[in-house]
Structures are given as structure tokens and as C-alpha cells.
């Protein structure tokens, strides 16, 4: 079964300052999808980044992009130019890539919570 | 386009009662998911609908129960209501299964506390 690793339950940084939060995960597929999603105060899940395993380049999504290390089976998330509504749980998640059965389900983290300070 | 409805927001039951909680998934969305938050457990994949058909199923007792409507609205049911079941329960839509890595579209969910 796959597991997915958030080693850091807390970060801070201050506006406008970088921060990265790291997630690592185990499993024996080579084709698979990795997420990041935010959960603010507001309970909802949004996601903020996405990245298929076989693509070797690294997604960017405006402020947001990742640092995904296949065989170091690593994903971390980067945070650039941090702002006060970035302040909020976020979470790592796998999906196989295969469909149907059990596949279509993702496995998440246990979270990493992110304050941002003035 | 309307996003992901849960509703209630916040439900409070007692202990031996049963709930149903309710996820309209956004328009032209066939598959829904359900997903239990707790601070203890984390999130935990719950099942998954599509075509009114359940695909998957998590590891929980059989008092967890879902369906689907034919307008792919979904409920879910707990049933014999225990202390633990109090949860955030997140409802997640998608086009169809196996969407792939567009990910999911998730509700704002249902805050349940059993007492």
C-alpha cells in the first residue's frame, strides 16, 4: 500500500519570504500522480499543484511550484513570495495512475500547518 | 459553475442515532468521493460513486453507507452513530473516475459531532 510522509506538522515564514514543506512517499508503481492541496479555516480542499511521474520537469503554478525527486521518491512543495492567505493546513497526496478498483482514491498526509507572520 | 454543495455544514447527533449527509458535486461531474477528516486518523478514503454505482470502498464498518443519485448527487449514512464518528467528512467530485492528474474538486464538508 502507498504511504505518503508530511515529517513537518508546523512551519512558519515570514511575508514575502520562500518556504518549502516536505513531503515523501512510498510505493512500488512507476507511473502515479502527486498533489498539493491547501486546506484553509474555511475547511475546504484546494488544490494548489499537481505532478505526473513521468514528467521529469517540475510544475509551476505562479508562486507555488515543486522540487519532485522520483527515485528519492520526495515532493516538496515551494512557496515563493509568501502572503498572509497562504496561511493554512496543507496536504500531500498520491493517486496511482492506473484506473479503476481501488485506484481513483488518494492517500494524503497527515499535513503540515503554515503560518505566515508579518 | 457552482462549486462542490455539502450540506449541513455542522450537524450534532447522539450517541446510537443515524445521519445522512449530502454532496452535490458540480454540474457535469459524474464521480464523487467521500473522505473522513479527524485529527487523530488524518483523512481516510471513505468510497467513491459513479454512475450511481459504488467503485470503491475504504476500510470501514459496514454502518458507513453510501448511493448516488441519477443527477449524481450523493449521500452518505452512518448508522449506530459512536463518539469516534465525530468528523469533518469531505465530499470530492471529478468528471469521471480515473481523471487522472486533474485531481479533485473538493466541498467545504460536514463538521458531525457525536455526543
Known amino acids: 500500500a502507498q504511504t505518503v510522509t508530511q515529517s513537518q506538522p508546523e512551519m512558519s515564514v515570514q511575508e514575502a519570504e520562500t518556504v518549502t514543506l516536505s513531503c515523501t512517499y512510498d510505493?512500488?508503481?512507476?507511473?502515479?500522480?502527486l498533489f498539493w492541496y491547501k486546506q484553509p479555516p474555511s475547511r475546504q480542499m484546494i488544490l494548489v499543484i499537481r505532478?505526473?511521474?513521468?514528467?521529469?520537469q517540475n510544475a509551476t503554478e505562479n508562486r507555488f511550484s515543486v522540487n519532485f525527486q522520483k527515485a528519492a521518491k520526495s515532493f516538496s512543495l515551494k512557496i515563493s513570495d509568501s502572503q498572509l492567505g497562504d496561511a493554512a493546513m496543507y496536504f500531500c497526496?498520491?493517486?496511482?495512475?492506473?484506473?479503476?478498483?481501488?485506484?481513483?482514491?488518494?492517500?494524503f498526509g497527515t499535513g503540515t500547518r503554515l503560518q505566515v507572520t508579518l | 459553475k457552482a462549486g462542490v454543495t455539502q450540506t449541513p455544514r455542522y450537524l450534532i447527533k447522539t450517541r446510537g442515532q443515524q445521519v445522512t449527509l449530502s454532496c452535490s458535486p458540480i454540474s457535469g461531474h459524474r464521480s464523487v468521493s467521500w473522505y473522513q477528516q479527524t485529527p487523530g486518523q488524518g483523512l481516510q478514503f471513505l468510497f467513491e460513486y459513479f454512475s450511481e454505482t459504488q467503485r470503491n470502498k475504504g476500510n470501514f464498518p459496514g454502518r458507513f453507507s453510501g448511493r448516488q443519485f441519477s443527477n449524481s448527487r450523493s449521500e452518505m449514512n452512518v448508522s449506530t452513530l459512536e463518539l469516534g464518528d465525530s468528523a469533518l467528512y469531505l465530499c470530492a467530485s471529478s468528471a469521471s473516475p480515473g481523471v487522472g492528474n486533474y485531481g479533485y474538486t473538493f466541498g467545504s464538508g460536514t463538521r458531525l459531532t457525536v455526543v
Open positions: 505532478q505526473e511521474a513521468y514528467k521529469q
Open positions: 510505493t512500488s508503481e512507476s507511473d502515479y500522480y
Open positions: 497526496a498520491y493517486r496511482t495512475s492506473i484506473n479503476g478498483g481501488t485506484a481513483s482514491k488518494l492517500t
